[in-house]
């Protein structure tokens, strides 16, 4: 995992038909609470760079943070970090106490 950041979003992956409907975010929302919970204040998602979808991280306040190269399928690709520094912001659901 990438320093300084404590909880990692593994995988997200809403079907096409279910894009643009708050799913995504009420998945993001979710696991920000479970980090929270856990003592999780910080968190990072890697997406492909190749991804159409990457923007969605950048709506929820996300920055780049880090860049790598993975292999899936036999195929290298590259990856790009979005972290969130401090889980406790309204657009991922969570505000301060």
Do not use: C
């Amino acid at each position: 995992m990438q320093s300084g950041y404590r909880g990692e979003l593994y995988a997200l992956y809403v079907l096409a038909d279910y894009q643009h409907k708050g799913i995504g975010r009420k998945l993001v929302s979710r696991s920000v609470e479970m980090f929270l919970a856990q003592g999780m204040a910080s968190m990072l998602v890697w997406v492909l760079v190749g991804n159409p979808r990457r923007s969605f991280y950048r709506a929820l306040g996300g920055h780049p943070v880090g860049k790598r190269v993975t292999t899936i399928g036999g195929r290298e690709l590259a990856e790009i970090a979005y972290g969130w520094s401090s889980l406790r912001v309204p657009a991922l659901g969570a505000v301060k106490d």
